[in-house]
Every structure is written in structure tokens, then in C-alpha cells.
């Protein structure tokens, strides 16, 4: 836990500086913190129960765009925040950076978005919007970027995120939503689909006819088949058990499927994939999988246990492998994402859930059982008592 | 000595020095080499260097070894005998052997010049010939090798420090050059100042990148600074130092063999900054996801390089004037340097002056 806590804190003092800021925030209550009443659902310990939350949020400013939220996609990150996985959730948190609604407001220096626009928000809300990354539209490695929920945002104050009615956002981490993209199965794209768009253009992963393995078949790695094809690659699904087989083939689109806990096939497929996309959210072993990489090949890693990965050396010495880690994207490239998946018709497989049933979906996800993304139909069940 | 055509039965004489067991201790040792075939050159062995992976044989620490082992692949030598359809030689050419000496030649890695990873790569010593036959490295009088698997060594170059390029040079030059840390506008950090480190300092210095030297010894950084021309030198163990330097560098070369924390590493490279793993330790290393995800940060291996990239460090160091820091001893000496070896008492590589010291050891 202290070792995360230390990595945070390297990169992204604006979450963790709480002092100051936050001590004088802490004397006012979330509700009056600022002049607009939002009603959502917070977990307030690592329990992680979530339940209707009361908190407020800040006046639509010249740069921001309000947006009254339609759906909500609940991803991993959601769970490993509000049980504290990572050591670094500060309670209350109103957990969501998969969302997609309407701009009710926009303020006078808003020229990308008018009201009525269905627009989307991301994992990303804030950065300094001056550095080189930022320069770059990298704005996900921006050093003072600051995440859509629990972190401290541009204006000092915490970020709530979109388990709730709405959000102000400054329009540049806004996204427009392409019109064929569905709303309630796009939404997940915002993180799930960045997540793994991201590294697969920036590691090279297009080029048509190269070999794919997607590591763990939920949220991120369903999507990641999907995009693999439109890629024009080779797909072959990396899962420890079987019983997602009939469906990434048939359903998913995918070439094959490999169960790893079955020698041979895991011996007969050693040296074949030019790329391994590896999105298993729970601790796992490399070892395996980086036998899988054919000699160069990259292994891209996206989940984030809890506990450190055990990185074994010869294999990335004899064959010169890479293992190298991605976090979302930029919004031009969130942007582009979306309009690519809109494209090629490609939309995340949810199971639409009601707010007041979000902690037996969290019970779920926690083992698994979801096909694949569960989102809020926040709109039509959130409704203050 | 005339070229030769065709094969002949008998084996020809050889002599050098061999450890029995994995005490590893060395002594003379009398033994045969193949005759020369068609494609292949007798190479008249010069001088040859120690390297790391010799003391890790030596004492099986791979469990690996095959004894009796006669270590040794950084060779520089005199061809004195060519195959009748060996293109790339004449006789009395100066050439190199270093780490590999076969590979299948016909899988990707091969046909792409990379014959370092192919999965049938013949090592130099210890590994097993194609005929069943156990190889035998440098620390000997002469080595027969088929012409693809070695370089000539331009006039220019000093023989005996140019032997440690053979291993340590291509060590350092391959990944410098695939990862994109060679020029001007680059920081590269080298982790461990001993045989590999210090000639990587000095390619990077060709190539015009800046370099930083991270080393846990603050007793080598007059020499990093002022005798290899390094930009900088970061104390490994000094937090302070190191925090400073975070996020500064395009990429970081690792050399150290023993096993150690590569997450203060990891916090060093700017984002998209590679970490380069060239030391293999057994057990795997601890690191958290967050410190790759944030930052787009990856880690990677390297070993040595294909033949045809071996050929072109060589040249370039010829054209930038690189050699390598040695001590250059006689081949009784062997032991005692292997042991100095093991407590990095050495700058920065020993290399054995074969052709004047180890007819002598013949009783």
C-alpha cells in the first residue's frame, strides 16, 4: 500500500497535497462546499457501500460545461477505489469516469459544445494545460493531472464523479459524442475503450495481420478484441478458464482462444504473439505470458492489483521482450477513439443496471460475472429521496 | 598455410585453460579443435577478455556448465587458416569472436540479423555444437568458427582493448541504438560503472547522447567524469540525489547483475522512458503496475547483438576512437583476476594477453 502511496505522490502531487486545501474544504460540508446541490451515490469507507450522497458542485464557469448525466459505466477502477485497494481513497468518494449526457450549459468561452450536445466525460477532468504533455494533447501524463473522482481538481476542491445527476467540466475534458454511438453502450468506451486504443496505436499494434493476445475477457479486454479486429489483426483471447471460449469467438469476433491452464496449448502457442495486451485485474503471473511474445514482443500491462507484478528477467533478456504499462489517453485521442468505434460499429457489451442495484453489481465484478461492462442508467434511477 | 577443401577426420591439437568444477578454478588444459571447414576460419588467438558471464560459468551459477569449461568470448585474433569458400577473410586478418559462434539461419531472428535470439543460438563456450560437440572459448590458442559469426577488426583499433567490444561493446550499443537513446537531443542513464557500463558511457558520448552514470560506488565518479567523459554521476543510495533526478532520463541501461530494486529505476525516466534490463538475476523483480501505467513507462531486456550489428559497433568504435579501460595479464594470472573480478576490483575489464603468455603455461 505504502509503495503505490509513494508512487502517487511522485506523479500526481495535486491528489495527495490534501493539507492545507483540504483542512479548510473539511470545515465546510460537501453539501455547501459550493453553491449547487448534487445529489449522487458515495461510498464513505472502505467498506465500499455505496449509498445516496448529498454534495454540491461549483457554478458553470466561462470555460465549463455542465452536463446532466444519462449513463454511467461502472469500471474495476470504481471498485478498487471505494474498498481503498490502493491505499489512497479519500472518503466520501462518488466514484464514475465513464459518462455520457447532455450539455444543459456552456460557459462564453465554450466554442466546441452548444447546449443540447450529447457529450462525454472521461477519466480525465483537469491538467495544467501548459507542460510538453499537455502541449502534446497528452493530458493523461500531465504531472498536475487530476482524475474525474478523488482527486484534488484545478480549483483545490475534490472531484465527484458521475454516480450522480451532473458534472461541470472545463470543456477541453469534454468529448463529443458521435451520432451513431450509442449512449448507454458507449459510455464504457470513455475508459475502457481509451484504455485500450491508447497503447495499441502508440506500441504499434496496426499493423494488419500481426498477432494479438488479449490477456482477461472483461471490460477492457472484450473491447480490446473488438478494436483488435478493426485493426485487421489476428486475435487470440488469453483466459484461465474456458467458459468465456464460445462467446469471444463467436460473439466477440475473435481467431482463438487459450486457456492457460492447459500445458500443451499454452506450450504450442509459446513465440507466436507480436503483442499481448494484458488487462487481469487481480495479481497474476508474467512468466507465462511473456513466453507467448514472439522475440521483441511487447507485453502491455493495464490492470492494477493491488500487489506488486513479479517481473521474471531471463525472458525479457533472451528475447529482448518489453513489458510497458498505459494510462487512458489524451482527449484528442479519447476523441478519436470514439469516433473510430463509431466507425466500425463498435460499442461495449453492458448490462444495464438501476443506481439503487449498484453494490450487488460491485459484488459481481468483484468475481467476474458481468458480460461485460455494468452501466447506470442514471437518468432514469437516480432519483433523490 | 594453404586454404583447405573438403573434410578431414582428425582434429587438431589444441591447448588452453579449463576449470574442472564448479570451484571453477582454471588450470592448463590440453584439448582438440575440428579442422577447418569449407565456410569456416582457424583464428589464431590474441587476446582475449573477461567477462562476467565467464565467473557465472565458471562457477555454475546457471547451473548450466559442462565441465571441463574453457570460458572466454571476447576474442581477438589472426585468421591463419580459411575454408575453401570463406568470402570474407584472407589470411593474417584481424578479426573477433564474441558470444555466439551458430544459430539455425533460418528463422525470423536470423534472417533479420538477429541471430542473438534465435532460439538454437550456439554459445561460444559451453554451448553445444551442431555436431554434439561441447565448445571451447577463448582462454585457449586458437577457436574454428564458420566466417558469419565473425568480425573483422579495423586497423585502427587496438587489439587488446578492443577485445572487451566483442561482449561488452555490442551489450551496450544495440540497446542504445533500438531504443532510440543514441543522439543529441537524449539522456541515457547506465546503472553499474564495471566492463559494461564504462564503454557504454563512451558509445553514448559518441553518439552524442548525455549520460549519466547511476552507481552505488561514489569512489568511481572522478573516473566516470573525468577519465570517461560521463555528464553526470548519481549516487544510487543517496535519496536526495536521486530524487532530484527524477523523471529526467529518456532511458536507463542497467547493467548490474546482482539483484537490486529497479523501482527507484523506474522513477528516474521521463514518461515513455525506458528501462533496459542487460543482467539476468534468477529471481523475478517486485514492481508495482502503477509505476509503468503512470507515465507510460516500460521495462525491457537486451543481449548482446546479431552478427551484422557486432560488425557495425566495430567500425564506429574504430571511426570514434572507443576502446576499452583494461589490465592486461598474463594467463597464470587468470584466477587471482577471476577472483578480483568477484569483488569488482577491476578497471574496468581484465584481458588476457594469450599470444605472449600462454605457450609459456605448457609444461
Keep these: 500500500m505504502h509503495h503505490s502511496l509513494e508512487i502517487i505522490t511522485l506523479h500526481k502531487p495535486q491528489s495527495l497535497t490534501q493539507t492545507k486545501t483540504e483542512t479548510e474544504t473539511m470545515a465546510k460540508s460537501p453539501e455547501t462546499e459550493h453553491p449547487n446541490k448534487v445529489f449522487g451515490w458515495g461510498a464513505r469507507d472502505k467498506s465500499g457501500v455505496l449509498s445516496p450522497f448529498h454534495f454540491s458542485r461549483r457554478d458553470n464557469g466561462e470555460n465549463d460545461v455542465t452536463v446532466k448525466i444519462l449513463f454511467c459505466g461502472v469500471c474495476h477502477t470504481d471498485l478498487h477505489t471505494i474498498k481503498n485497494d490502493w491505499g489512497y481513497t479519500y472518503y466520501p468518494v462518488v466514484p464514475g469516469h465513464e459518462i455520457v449526457g447532455i450539455a444543459t450549459k456552456v460557459g462564453k468561452n465554450v466554442t466546441k459544445f452548444k447546449e443540447g450536445d450529447r457529450v462525454g466525460v472521461g477519466v480525465i477532468t483537469g491538467s495544467c494545460q501548459s507542460c510538453e504533455s499537455c502541449d502534446q494533447d497528452l493530458e493523461n501524463y500531465c504531472p498536475q493531472m487530476s482524475f474525474t473522482y478523488n482527486a484534488i481538481g484545478s480549483d483545490g476542491t475534490k472531484n465527484y464523479g458521475g454516480y450522480s445527476e451532473n458534472i461541470v467540466v472545463d470543456q477541453r475534458f469534454v468529448l463529443r459524442f458521435p451520432e451513431n454511438l450509442p449512449s448507454d453502450s458507449g459510455a464504457p468506451l470513455l475508459c475502457a475503450g481509451i484504455t485500450v486504443y491508447s497503447p495499441m496505436k502508440y506500441y504499434g499494434m496496426t499493423e494488419a495481420g500481426k498477432h494479438l493476445g488479449v490477456a482477461g475477457l472483461g471490460g477492457l479486454g472484450h473491447v480490446a478484441v473488438k478494436i483488435g479486429k478493426a485493426f485487421g489483426l489476428k486475435v487470440t483471447v488469453i483466459s484461465s478458464s474456458s467458459k468465456k471460449e464460445e462467446e469471444a469467438i463467436n460473439h466477440l469476433g475473435a481467431d482463438s482462444f487459450l486457456v492457460t491452464t492447459d500445458p500443451q496449448k499454452m506450450k504450442a502457442a509459446i513465440g507466436t504473439m507480436d503483442y499481448i495486451i494484458d488487462t487481469i485485474s487481480a495479481v497474476h503471473a508474467l512468466y507465462p505470458l511473456l513466453g507467448l511474445l514472439k522475440v521483441n514482443g511487447k507485453l502491455i500491462a493495464l490492470g492494477l492489483p493491488e500487489k506488486p507484478l513479479e517481473l521474471p528477467m531471463f525472458p525479457l533478456v533472451l528475447g529482448r521482450k518489453m513489458v510497458g504499462g498505459s494510462d487512458v489517453g489524451g482527449l484528442k485521442e479519447t476523441q478519436e477513439m470514439l469516433d473510430f468505434c463509431a466507425k466500425h460499429n463498435i460499442t461495449a457489451d453492458i448490462e444495464l443496471i438501476k443506481m439503487d442495484e449498484i453494490n450487488s453489481a460491485m459484488e459481481r465484478l468483484a468475481k467476474s460475472d458481468v458480460r461485460y461492462r455494468f452501466v447506470i442508467d442514471v437518468a432514469n434511477s437516480l432519483s433523490p429521496p | ?363
Design chain 2, 1 to 363: 598455410m594453404e586454404r583447405l577443401s573438403g573434410e578431414k577426420e582428425q582434429s587438431v591439437e589444441a591447448f588452453g585453460w579449463a576449470a574442472r568444477d564448479s570451484s571453477g578454478h582454471l588450470s592448463p588444459f590440453v584439448f582438440s579443435r575440428r579442422n577447418t571447414r569449407e565456410e569456416e576460419v582457424r583464428v589464431k588467438v590474441l587476446y582475449c577478455g573477461i567477462c562476467h558471464s565467464d565467473l557465472h560459468c565458471l562457477k555454475n551459477e546457471w547451473h548450466s556448465s559442462t565441465y571441463p569449461l574453457v570460458p572466454g568470448h571476447e576474442i581477438v585474433g589472426e585468421v591463419s587458416e580459411i575454408g575453401s569458400k570463406v568470402s570474407k577473410f584472407n589470411l593474417g586478418d584481424k578479426v573477433g569472436v564474441g558470444c555466439i559462434v551458430d544459430s539455425c539461419r533460418t528463422c525470423e531472428s536470423c534472417r533479420e540479423d538477429q541471430e542473438n535470439y534465435c532460439t538454437k543460438a550456439v554459445a561460444t563456450y559451453n554451448g553445444v555444437h551442431h555436431d554434439g560437440t561441447i565448445n571451447y572459448g577463448g582462454y585457449s590458442d586458437h577457436i574454428v568458427v564458420d566466417e558469419r559469426y565473425a568480425v573483422k577488426i579495423p586497423h585502427t583499433l587496438p587489439l587488446a582493448s578492443a577485445a572487451p567490444l566483442l561482449c561488452a561493446g555490442i551489450s551496450m550499443y544495440s540497446p542504445m541504438k533500438y531504443f532510440g537513446l543514441a543522439g543529441p537531443d537524449k539522456h541515457v542513464g547506465i546503472v553499474g560503472l564495471g566492463g559494461l557500463g564504462h564503454i557504454g558511457v563512451r558509445f553514448a558520448k559518441a553518439f552524442g547522447t548525455k549520460v549519466t552514470v547511476i552507481s552505488s560506488t561514489t569512489g568511481k565518479s572522478k573516473d566516470a567524469l573525468e577519465t570517461l567523459g560521463a555528464d553526470g554521476f548519481l549516487v544510487s543510495t543517496d535519496e536526495d540525489q536521486m530524487k532530484a533526478a527524477m523523471g529526467t532520463m529518456d532511458g536507463i541501461i542497467d547493467t548490474v547483475s546482482t539483484s537490486h530494486s529497479i523501482s527507484p529505476l523506474i522513477g528516474l525516466l521521463k514518461s515513455n522512458g525506458k528501462l533496459v534490463l542487460l543482467g539476468a538475476t534468477e529471481k523475478p523483480f517486485d514492481i508495482s503496475a502503477f509505476s509503468l501505467i503512470l507515465g507510460r513507462k516500460s521495462i525491457a531486456g537486451s543481449g548482446i547483438g546479431g552478427m551484422q550489428e557486432t560488425q557495425e559497433m566495430i567500425d564506429f568504435a574504430a571511426e570514434h576512437g572507443i576502446k576499452a579501460e583494461i589490465e592486461i595479464i598474463s594467463m597464470d594470472y587468470v584466477n587471482t583476476a577471476i577472483d578480483r573480478l568477484a569483488k569488482g576490483d577491476v578497471r574496468y575489464r581484465f584481458v588476457i594477453d594469450i599470444a605472449n603468455t600462454l605457450a609459456a603455461t605448457r609444461s
